[in-house]
């Protein structure tokens, strides 16, 4: 009987493995803690379901045919110096997450759009401060990186009233959102938005490409919203720009270090909201259909569901 197994969350294990049961009756399907390290057991894998496996540990594996990331970022694969990348690896794609990145993604635009920052404050230090915000029909979000996320992030700002663009690597179409690439789209993206979700995956092209250059371009008093990853931000260029009112306000899910170190200015700073990396999550429940079919297609020799390209990082 094929073999897979799952590493997460320690109360997530029961829940993927009964959810995986359910679709494919035909897999063993073992949390990765019960696995063991006797070479009988690790000839035993077939499929691996992980977050953040010990480094070395899918290298160790000698009969693995594929990798699911129970995230749709990678990094907590790519830590690993001897992740087997000959493998097909696919992310995560769970309309469960999706759905919890659309709403974190309105709730940190309207955050910032109706200037709760500073009426937070404003109630910290019991000061009746009247701030009227403009209505979200004379507001533009651009959503940088509108893959699976962004898109569907986008399209919800859109409902709200905001007017929406993207930008993405490569050329894509949407029926009612305008979509920009490559660096002459990103000028047209950053000169007209009032706001930016960044929703792109951590690769050696997006390190810190909200730099001083990239904030410049900005419109004065742009709000940044990033759910995407810490290593998108240069932190010290948006720490000058929130000062200097070229950035009005952030709110943000990622960082380089996480958890946030305690003396990080982000923790303080009245026009910076912190969550620790809460933006979505993977159910699951609503997860495994892309489990089963990511499985189903590999052994079927048909195309991968969201496989990665390590040669684009993602
Ligand atoms: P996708 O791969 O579907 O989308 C990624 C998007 O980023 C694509 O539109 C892609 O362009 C674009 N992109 C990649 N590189 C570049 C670049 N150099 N310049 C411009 N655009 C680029 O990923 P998902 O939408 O599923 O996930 C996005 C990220 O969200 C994850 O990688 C992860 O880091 C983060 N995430 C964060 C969570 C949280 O809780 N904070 C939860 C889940 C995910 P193209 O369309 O041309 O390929
Ligand atoms: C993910 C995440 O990548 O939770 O899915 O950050």
Known sequence: MPKIIVSDSASLVDRWIEAILARCPDLEAVPLADLGDDPAALASVDYALVWAPEPGF????????????????????????????????????DPGLTQGMSEYCAW?????????????NSQASGSWDV?????????????????????????????????????????KQHDSIPLYHGDEGLDAVLASCDQLVLLMPATDETYKIVNDAFLARCKPGVGIINAGRGSLIDDEALLQALDSGQAGGAVLDVFHQEPLPSD??????????????????????????????????????????????????Y
């Open 264 to 313: 990080h200015p982000y923790w303080a700073h009245p026009k910076v909201i912190v969550t620790p990396h809460v933006a979505a999550l993977t159910y699951p429940e609503t997860g495994a259909d892309h489990v089963a079919a990511a499985i189903t297609a590999l052994e079927a020799g048909a195309p991968l569901p969201a496989v990665v390209d390590w040669d684009r990082g």
């Open 131 to 171: 701030v009227h915000a403009p209505i979200a029909s004379n507001a533009r979000v651009g959503v940088l990186g509108f893959g699976v996320l962004g898109s569907k992030a986008g399209e919800a700002l859109q409902a709200l009233g905001f007017q929406v663009c993207g930008w993405s690597r490569s050329p």
């Open 108 to 120: 940190g635009v309207l955050t910032l759009h109706r200037l709760f920052a500073p009426l937070l």
């Open 58 to 93: 899918l290298a160790s594996l000698p009969n693995l045919k594929l990798i699911v990331s129970v995230g749709a970022g990678l990094d907590h694969l790519t830590s690993d110096p001897d992740l087997p990348r000959h493998l097909p690896t696919v992310r995560m794609v």
